[in-house]
């Protein structure tokens, strides 16, 4: 069964650090362009970043330059997003996806950013 | 960036009518050289994470029911729900993937049974 399943959400204090995986299984998965997606509570669908196959390129959203990381370790068929000085704004459900577009999605982790 | 902007941002529809949803983009997403229109629509359903059921504008994704279609070229999209049937209730969302970074979406429409 292809899948994907994120962990590593949870609440954290603004200015404060997180680190989220994503485990795929189920399809090569260092064939596919990989993708962090997040939704804020009761909003609309934002791209975060993607990263190609061999890690050897990545593209991010305005907002989260230089404060985020995305990479991959296809040995472990994992995707990662490192999150630095987050931000209230950064709260929300952050998916990982496969491709563009994304035709594989996890279900999500949700992150709270809050004192 | 591409902005991406749908409309409307909610519509009601009666069982077994037709749905239309638009979407406009800022600027082509239309690659001439292999003539693909760069769009993508997804379905959110409460409580999930999106579905994509159309890629290139017009296809179809595996197991996605035929009443779903899309339409349209360059920067005018429609995505039409022929029929309604009452698991469809959802958000859907356009998306291009012409321009990156940023891949964007559009705002949503809610879909509603009247």
């Known amino acids: 069964e292809v899948q994907l399943v994120e962990s590593g959400g949870g609440l954290v204090q603004p200015g404060g650090s997180l680190r989220l995986s994503c485990a795929a299984s189920g399809f090569t998965f260092s064939s596919y362009w990989m993708t962090w997606v997040r939704q804020a509570p009761g909003k609309g669908l934002e791209w975060v970043a993607n990263i190609k196959q061999d890690g050897s390129e990545n593209y991010y959203v305005n907002s989260v330059k230089g404060r985020f990381t995305i990479s991959r370790d296809n040995a472990k068929n994992s995707l990662y997003l490192q999150m630095n000085s987050l931000r209230a704004e950064d709260t929300a459900v952050y998916y990982c996806?496969?491709?563009?577009?994304?035709?594989?999605w996890g279900k999500g982790t949700t992150v709270t950013v809050s004192s | 960036d591409i902005v991406m902007t749908q409309s409307p941002d909610s519509l009601a529809v009666s069982l077994g009518e037709r749905a239309t949803i638009n979407c406009k983009s800022s600027r082509s997403v239309l690659y001439r050289s292999n003539n693909k229109n760069y769009l993508a629509w997804y379905q959110q359903k409460p409580g999930q994470p999106p579905k994509l059921l159309i890629s290139w504008a017009s296809t179809r994704e595996s197991g996605v029911p035929d009443r779903f279609s899309g339409s349209g070229s360059e920067t005018d999209f429609t995505l039409t729900i022929s029929s309604l049937q009452a698991e469809d209730v959802a958000v859907y969302f356009c998306?291009?993937?012409?321009?990156?970074?940023?891949?964007?979406f559009g705002g949503g429409t809610k879909v509603e049974i009247k």
């Open positions: 996806a496969t491709g563009n577009p994304s035709g594989v």
């Open positions: 998306q291009q993937y012409y321009s990156t970074p940023p891949l964007t």
